[in-house]
């Protein structure tokens, strides 16, 4: 009987889809990161308030908070704009989006794997690791359903990779890619650079392996489409292209050479261990497979390894290490081309058991959050759920007195917003972070003089608690009153665990506080 339901071709793609909807329904997880109101908040306020900006970015962005949104490409918005107008603008909303946007990724990805004829061992052992993306709150989710789509197009459009296709829709499934590829730019600038050069390897190695032609016209539009956008933005809407600009020179993704750290290099390995494996071993299992250099695993395969390396290794020494979260949604893909070849490169030969062993540990670990969020995340959820939580964020901002400022996470955001007498600030960005200054937050604070600070566990530990111990250290400036209503605690909250297992637990905490001088003593 085991055997038989292994051997159904996406049986782990199902299974993997009904624990987010089981955790969703029964937990309200993955609770939005505390970057996801950056970019849902003009969607947001918009729906609400007849006006696309966001707010809560006022103290760093006064372009895209105070006149039109712009800090990052627009087609994200408008899909969540369709569904939040009929959805509504809550948090539950916003994170059923982004589900149903994971199974629309997970259709494409299992559309690949037939195109290719991957067998149903190793398409099975490649949608385990799905577990490894756990985290659903900004437009990358909409932008790898759309890289992965022009993916899918660009292999029907190859005869090195799809026999089965029609030959006369061979053109148009190449223009297809095109457009796909061009719209998930729109999406994610990184994210689309990403899928661009996975797929103009997949049309170099057919051209070099399989004797095809190049579609030249179609690889110069992919890459002049964009350009000519930017330049459409850049000098026919001059505002846009400032308030891009201003986010840009925020948080800029190239960050100069530099050497990683021990803690960027340990999240390359939690998050794609299989990429770097597969690249250690692609000889190896080639080898043993006696695949020849045609076959349309391994051209995938080397497209897949080769786009993911240069993504990881711009993302240790020049880029934001951020970044390596991008090859995470191919590393299925990865897997299922490396196990097809391990098989003989037609699925005759049983997958070797050291290589079935080798995916099950890789997806233990790449499943680290996922277990601790099903666990430890349905405990926090037992002690404060979504909507015990909202209430008490409602009870504490009813408190305070009308049209004050309140430093708020993003999870709670989505509720905050709907307030008209409170100036709501994002608690990442109560001023433009500083490099040089280490107490930047604090003097922040200061400045602002907000009323409350209404922070998930996350963003309390991770930035805000050092700020509220040194604002006690001067009662002079301040009282302080800090309720966190948690009592199971979260990940977050323990040092040791808080980079693995984070976003887990809606419990608030609540910090009023009464200043008493205008100015902070050093």
């Known amino acids: 009987m085991i055997k038989r339901v292994a051997g159904i071709s996406g049986i782990t793609f199902a299974l993997v889809l009904v624990w987010k909807v089981a955790l969703l329904v029964f937990t309200a997880q993955p609770i939005p990161a505390n970057d996801s109101f950056f970019y849902d908040g003009a969607v947001v306020n918009e729906l609400l308030h007849d006006n696309y900006v966001n707010p809560s970015l006022v103290n760093v962005l006064p372009i895209s908070a105070n006149e039109v949104y712009c800090a990052y490409p627009p087609l994200y918005h408008l899909a969540l704009f369709g569904w939040m107008k009929v959805s509504g603008t809550s948090a539950l909303s916003q994170m059923w989006f982004h589900v149903l946007l994971f199974g629309m990724f997970e259709l494409v990805l299992l559309g690949i794997f037939r195109r290719l004829k991957i067998p149903a061992a190793c398409v099975n052992l490649a949608g385990l690791f799905l577990f490894s993306i756990t985290f659903h709150d900004r437009p990358d989710s909409l932008a790898h359903v759309l890289g992965m789509a022009a993916v899918y197009a660009a292999i029907c459009s190859r005869r090195s990779l799809d026999e089965s296709a029609v030959e006369s829709n061979r053109a148009r499934w190449t223009w297809i890619a095109v457009g796909l590829n061009v719209l998930t730019l729109c999406t994610s600038l990184q994210i689309g650079g990403f899928y661009l050069v996975l797929i103009c390897l997949l049309h170099g190695l057919c051209r070099a392996r399989g004797g095809e032609a190049l579609p030249k016209l179609a690889i110069i539009a992919t890459w002049l489409i964009p350009v000519g956008l930017v330049c459409a933005v850049m000098f026919g809407t001059p505002l846009l292209w400032a308030g891009f600009k201003e986010h840009a020179q925020l948080t800029p993704t190239f960050l100069g050479l530099h050497v990683p750290s021990g803690s960027d290099i340990l999240k390359v390995i939690r998050t794609v261990p299989a990429i770097l494996l597969a690249a250690v071993c692609i000889r190896w299992v080639k080898g043993q497979g006696g695949v020849k250099l045609s076959n349309p695993f391994l051209l995938v395969l080397v497209a897949g390894i080769a786009s993911s390396l240069a993504v990881l290794a711009g993302a240790m020494t020049l880029l934001t290490a951020n970044l390596v979260a991008i090859p995470n949604y191919a590393q299925p893909l990865v897997v299922g081309s490396f196990l097809a070849i391990a098989t003989g490169g037609n699925g005759e030969k049983k997958l070797p058991r050291p290589a079935v062993a080798c995916s099950l540990a890789l997806t233990l670990l790449v499943s680290v959050r996922a277990i601790g969020m099903t666990t430890w995340g349905a405990l926090c959820s037992r002690d404060v759920g979504y909507a015990s939580a909202l209430s008490e964020v409602n009870k504490s901002l009813d408190a305070i007195l009308p049209h004050s400022k309140a430093v708020v996470s993003s999870a709670f955001l989505y509720e905050v917003a ?50 509220i111990i040194a604002l006690r250290n001067q009662p002079a400036i301040a009282a302080v009153t800090v309720r ?12 040791s665990v808080q980079k693995v297992v984070q976003h887990i637990s809606w419990a608030p905490v609540v910090v009023e506080l009464s200043w008493k001088q205008p100015a902070l003593t050093k």
Not at 419 to 440: A, F, G, K, Q, Y
């Open 418 to 467: 709907q307030r008209e007498n409170l100036h709501w600030i994002h608690s990442d960005w109560p001023s433009p972070p500083s490099s040089t200054n280490p107490d930047w937050v604090r003097d922040a604070l200061v400045k602002m003089k907000p009323a409350a600070l209404v922070l998930t566990q996350f963003d309390y530990y991770r930035r805000y608690e050092p700020v």
């Open 484 to 495: 966190n209503f948690a009592k199971t605690p979260a990940p977050d909250s323990i040092p």
